[in-house]
Structures are given as C-alpha cells and as structure tokens.
C-alpha cells in the first residue's frame, strides 16, 4: 500500500479551490487548538483557565 498522507498547506489548498469551506474552516480550527494545546506545556501560566 503506498502512502497516502499529503502536507497540510496542500490539504487546505485543494479545501480552498473546490470550496470546501466547512471542511477548510475545521482544519484551521484543529490546527490553531493543537498549537494552544502544545504551546500550554511550554508556557502553562500563559494558558487560559490555568492558576499557579
């Protein structure tokens, strides 16, 4: 079976040009929460909700 994996930036194009606006817009939703999720262990006083 060959791969079938493809770079993100091309995903989001090819959502953009066959205008696959719902599916675009959850992509950079996943891909914004990922970054808060990993950014929150690197700086947890930073992140939302979180006390020290």
């Given at each position: 079976?060959?791969d ?49």
């Open positions: 079976m060959e079938q994996t493809m770079d993100l930036d091309a995903f989001k194009q090819m959502c953009f040009e066959n205008n696959w606006e719902g599916t675009l817009l959850k992509v950079m939703a996943m891909e914004k929460a990922i970054g808060e999720y990993v950014l929150s262990f690197f700086y947890p006083a930073t992140t939302k909700g979180k006390k020290e």
